[in-house]
């Protein structure tokens, strides 16, 4: 029973800790009006949550599905699984929450060098990590190059993830599938050994796809 007491708690705190820091900010969010909205004492939140940082920082891990177990994707197939990495949504239903809170923890991750690092490493360390255990994987199947260069790798399909948040998904607010599919498969024709990574198939007259009549 303490043991859902405490789970309870917990989470009262951090939905209170995310409606107060997507309203006001984290500097203008005290830990008594977090306790005020949650209703659980300052005792307890500090039981869990040292400081106000890293009660942040627990705020991005659940507004993030970082407090979820993440997918492994292994279908022995390093093209799809890379799409299925880089596609994975995680905690959809707290996508408007993001939006909101986004804002606030730029400034104030701006201000505060140490948590901004923090939550760098937070976001970003995870899915990298994620992406360099395929990489390696497609290495030690043979699939891409043997000599691979692991951070420009992450970089190129990170930086394309970016470039998709910051101007396709933004501009058209929803992003067509075969944004990311076109992703992997121009890493994999740069980087990849097989002969379908190094270049797409191509289709025959007589299986070409025909024009819809008018």
Not at 72 to 79: E, K, V
Not at 103 to 131: C, K, M, T
Not at 168 to 181: A, I
Request: with cysteine; glycine share 6%; hydrophobic share 40%.
């Amino acid at each position: 029973m303490a043991k859902i007491r405490s789970a309870q708690a917990h989470h009262k705190v951090l939905e209170a800790a995310v409606h107060l820091f997507a309203e006001r900010g984290i500097d203008g969010s005290s830990m008594d009006a977090i306790a005020a909205a949650s209703g659980v004492s300052k005792a307890t939140i500090y039981k869990h949550w040292p400081d106000k940082d890293q009660l942040a920082l627990g705020v991005l891990s659940h507004l993030h599905g970082f407090d979820e177990e993440f997918p492994a994707f292994d279908s022995g197939n390093i093209r799809a699984d890379l799409i299925a990495q880089l596609s994975y949504r995680p905690a959809e239903d707290r996508a408007k929450w993001r939006e909101r809170i986004m804002p606030h923890l730029i400034a104030y991750s701006a201000r505060n060098q140490v948590f901004g690092r923090a939550w760098r490493e937070l976001v970003i360390d995870r899915q990298r990590q994620q992406i360099r255990k395929l990489l390696q994987r497609g290495v030690t199947e043979g699939k891409l190059e043997k000599h691979l260069n692991f951070d420009t790798s992450i970089a190129l399909l990170l930086g394309a993830m970016l470039y998709r948040h910051i101007f396709v998904e933004h501009k058209r607010g929803k992003v067509p599938e075969e944004f990311v599919h076109g992703v992997v498969d121009a890493f994999c024709r740069a980087f990849g050994q097989e002969p379908a990574f190094a270049r797409p198939a191509r289709l025959n007259t007589a299986e070409r796809p025909k024009p819809p009549k008018r």
